[in-house]
């Protein structure tokens, strides 16, 4: 998801007028070319037209329009946001920085009582260096629906917290949509500098928004056990953004073991195992355990690649390490399995030896005690 911080909800469907307008007729320079987003997810993707504009109350500074040949941030906030504070040091020091080339609106629509905008702002005095708007005279309604602003450029967009920038090009198209500390500074540089590229910064954010997308996915089909919905989502997601292999592939082999692909997650371990988690022993002693793991009901284990996933775990720690009891335990049991119970009693044994965890020393002794019978 877009980086958010103070979660805000978001309710109902986006307002009609908030849709794109056509983009402006003749020519556009090369900063301003039309986008080539891989999926439109919602309504209000950077690329497209800058939705309406007027606010009905101002609680700093003078009215301001959106006008064609200027460059404008619309940045919605709330006097609780976490990161508000620090958000308006950047926007005040963005708008310094670039005078009159660029505006900065602070846009606040999220308050159940807006006198407490007018105290937060009056405390700010001029460290806050931008006009700031008030949605819908800055009145929360009772049913928790969204000021008129607010829908058009934040739900439209599936902002689902403040702060949240929009950059609005001179030719009214929006170029940033995002977290104000999480790249809006570069993106104005560059379209006053005339070297944005439209094309690529609305593929770049069409690609992290369907990765958001696809992310609470896998959560909910993680939450909701639903195997294969999660193995959907994470091959989704990893054909999208293959590098994150080293933070879902171990989740991806489970869930293809709990849905009784043992062929294919064997293979996907094995992959892992030689690829993304060659060197890292924790992510191989969980890829050893979740072959072996006596819960998981497996039809046929691959013995051989449990054994080498931690042996190539236990080569790669120290006897000191705190993980190291816990990945002789899985030894044990790959040894448990191949039947081999005098080299399993003989590991768990170590492995207790060297357990400092009452908890954790616990669950060794039970299992030496189920080798011993």
């Known amino acids: 998801m877009l980086p958010a911080v103070a979660l805000v909800v978001l309710i109902g469907a986006a307002a009609q007028d908030a849709r794109p307008q056509p983009a402006p007729q003749g020519p556009t ?6 986008p080539t987003a891989r999926k439109r997810l919602q309504p209000l993707m950077v690329g497209d037209a800058a939705p309406a504009f007027a606010p009905k109350a101002w609680a700093k500074g003078s009215p301001v329009a959106l006008e064609r040949g200027k460059v404008y941030v619309v940045d919605f906030w709330s006097t609780s946001g976490v990161s508000t504070r620090m958000a ?13 080339k660029l505006t900065v609106i602070g846009v606040n629509g ?6 407490q905008v007018d105290a937060f702002v009056k405390s ?6 931008y006009a700031v708007a008030l949605d819908d005279a800055g009145k929360a309604d009772p049913k928790g629906e ?15 917290g403040v702060p949240g920038s929009f950059l609005v090009a001179a030719d009214g198209r929006i170029a940033f949509i995002g977290h104000p500390m999480m790249g809006l500074e570069k993106a104005v540089d560059a ?9 690529a910064a609305a593929d770049k954010y069409a690609r992290e928004l369907e990765a958001s997308v696809l992310q609470e996915r896998i959560v909910r089909a993680k939450v909701t056990g639903d195997r294969k919905a999660q193995i959907e989502a994470i091959t989704e997601y990893l054909a999208l953004r293959p590098e ?13 073991f709990d849905l009784g692909q043992f062929d294919a997650g064997h293979a996907l371990a094995a992959k892992l195992a030689d690829g993304v988690y060659k060197d890292d022993a924790k992510q191989l002693n969980e890829l050893a355990w979740t072959i072996v793991d006596p819960a998981r009901a497996i039809a046929r284990r691959d013995l051989a690649l449990a054994r080498r996933c931690v042996e190539r775990a236990l080569s790669l720690m120290r006897e ?19 039947g081999n119970l005098a080299k399993a009693r003989d590991t768990q044994e170590r492995a207790i030896a060297l357990c400092k965890d009452p908890v954790l020393k616990k669950q060794l002794e039970e299992a030496l005690a189920e080798y011993r019978k």
């Open 124 to 129: 700010l005095g001029d460290k806050l260096g």
């Open 146 to 160: 969204l000021g008129t602003l607010s829908k058009a450029w934040m739900q439209a967009a599936g902002q689902r």
């Open 191 to 199: 379209l006053l500098a005339g070297t944005f590229d439209f094309a």
């Open 88 to 100: 308006i040091d950047v926007l005040s020091k963005l708008a310094k920085k670039h005078g009159d």
């Open 110 to 115: 999220f308050e159940a009582h807006p006198e």
């Open 320 to 338: 000191t390490d705190v993980l190291y009891p816990g990945t002789l335990d899985t030894l044990g049991r790959v040894y448990f399995h191949e």
């Open 244 to 256: 994150d292999e080293v933070k879902l592939g171990i989740e991806l082999a489970i869930a293809r």
């Open 29 to 34: 320079p090369v900063a301003a070319q039309a």
